[in-house]
């Protein structure tokens, strides 16, 4: 597979730049473990892909390289941070991609961009050699453009035990997640989801998620206490250097007091009492993975404001230990831009989500959409004599 490597994951001998003029000139000295593993398992490593700056963001334009636009309609935003991995597999570029999901990083630039992406059971991909927002939430995440492909990618990127395999049954179906504040076209996609896994013989269950209308909150404290004091010398000597949007989300970490961040740390732990008393009586949960389509590239609108909306559904599974896949399930009858949705499982069950995905996508054919900016020949293999140095590098 030809695999690309959001710019936030160490490629020995080939710039990191985490998409920030503070790492221009930064140089990558080893391999990071997931890039390790995968040139161990024989993937050829062909891009460097634009992001977020400092994987802060959710629509991939705050970067020192210049925005990253969607393959299905370039004046639309391609979710982020991990916006350039989901637009270069939706677009061709790539077999698959490798992002980092925080706050819902893979998940949004999937359901943007029409792929399938995976948030992972936390602590199961390693994370050495990769640039941090959050230790408490930072995850490594496959991206590519089936579940079959996202299985087989994360089969050599895990690093923890799997669950026992068993077959899933019941699946929960949250009323709080399809509401008035969600665009109708994407409540009657994900609706239509729920009926074709009804007609596979899944049992779709009414549910309640404990604690759902507090878990962004809480993830956003916790977090951005986090990005505060990993970049607080940066605003405090440099602050010109950041694009204005991250200044203004790192920002925000910077008044949050040791309370209110214990606090938070309390509604954590609820919160995961809650969903595994929950995913005792399901065994998924299906969600929509954005509440809104896909907006356009917009200047001077309120950052803060996008981004609680844009995550609104994707940054309380954060808090969640276990992992959530993100799956194409329908297009936006108004704008023709691809819907997302999302299955959670308990931690370490992702081959659960896997069994679903790909009993879902046997039988539905949204993930093999393609955008109109899309590669239709083979690329020229430049990437063969990178591949040999990378290999060289590993090998001393």
């Not at 997640?177 to 076209?185: G, K, M």
């Not at 949705?341 to 081959?351: F, G, I, R, V, Y």
């Amino acid at each position: 597979m030809t695999i690309g490597v959001k710019d936030n994951v160490d490629v020995a001998g080939v710039p990191t730049t985490c998409a920030s003029r503070f790492f221009s000139d930064r140089i990558a000295s080893a391999h990071a473990e997931v890039v390790r593993r995968l040139l161990t398992a024989g993937a050829q490593i062909t891009a460097k892909l634009n992001m977020a700056e400092f994987a802060v963001g959710v629509t991939s334009q705050n970067s020192a390289a210049g925005p990253v636009r969607n393959p299905w309609d370039p004046t639309r935003v391609p979710g982020g941070s991990s916006g350039g991995s989901g637009v270069a597999v939706a677009a061709g570029l790539v077999d698959a991609a490798l992002g980092t999901d925080t706050g819902g990083s893979v998940r949004l630039p999937a359901s943007a961009c029409g792929i399938t992406g995976l948030r992972p059971t936390w602590g199961s991909i390693s994370n050495t050699g990769v640039f941090p927002v959050s230790d408490a939430f930072d995850t490594v995440g496959p991206m590519a453009r089936s579940v079959t492909e996202v299985a087989r990618l994360f089969d050599v990127l895990r690093a923890a035990p799997a669950a026992s395999p068993r077959p899933a049954r019941r699946i929960g179906l949250p009323s709080v997640f399809i509401t008035d504040d969600v665009d109708a076209a994407i409540s009657d996609a994900v609706e239509a989801a729920a009926r074709q896994l009804e007609k596979l013989g899944y049992e779709m269950v009414p549910v309640d998620i404990p604690g759902a209308a507090h878990a962004q909150d809480i993830v956003y404290t916790l977090l951005y206490s986090d990005l505060a004091a990993l970049h607080r010398d940066r605003v405090r000597s440099s602050p010109e250097l950041f694009h204005p949007d991250t200044l203004a989300r790192v920002s925000l970490g910077l008044s949050i007091s040791d309370f209110e961040k214990k606090a938070a740390i309390a509604g954590k732990a609820e919160f995961r009492r809650g969903l595994s008393a929950l995913l005792t009586n399901v065994d998924a949960v299906l969600t929509p993975t954005m509440p809104i389509d896909v907006p356009p590239i917009a200047g001077g609108d309120d950052v803060i404001a996008r981004s609680r909306r844009l995550g609104q559904f994707s940054y309380p599974w954060s808090l969640h230990e276990g992992p959530t896949l993100a799956l194409p399930v329908g297009f936006h009858p108004h704008s023709g831009m691809p819907i997302g949705a999302q299955l959670t499982a308990a931690a370490h069950h992702e081959s659960l989500l896997f069994g679903i995905g790909e009993e879902f996508q046997r039988t539905t054919n949204w993930h093999t959409r393609i955008p109109p900016l899309h590669v239709t020949r083979p690329l020229p293999r430049v990437s063969n004599a990178l591949n040999r140095v990378l290999r060289s590098t590993e090998r001393s």
